[in-house]
């Protein structure tokens, strides 16, 4: 391979590609066209690059991998859905489970509070009564 300048065949000036794609003179305005050659091997790639069916070809494949691509997205959400609500299931019961234990020994405190206050009930009868009798006895006494 080697590197070519590209020069005016009139003039030998330099030429300068353009937005048409043609290639123009600097000095003089010469424009020049790349000729595709049928038989060249360069432009029978292109064709065959450019040519519909390949064009099919390389669109198929696209779809294909984009398909792909949308099925292993679709998979992967699916299972982060399902990993989320393996969390949430084990969340609510443990949930469930503490508040449940909160109830029963709420219900626990209290049943012993109220025995403690019946206990502490029968000891002030008792002693009002033991009371009661002693000042009975004082003022029988007197
Ligand atoms: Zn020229």
Known sequence: MELKKLRCSNCDGPLKQADDGKYYCENCGTSYLMDMDPEDVIYEKI???TSNENLTKVAENINARASKTFRYVALVIFFLFIVVGVLMVFFIRSELKHRIEAEQS??????????????????????????ESQRDNLTGDS
């Open 106 to 131: 709420a219900a626990i405190v209290s049943s012993q509070m109220a025995e403690r206050e019946s206990e502490f009930n029968e000891e002030y009868d008792r002693i009002s009564e033991q009371i």
């Open 47 to 49: 064709n065959d690059l």
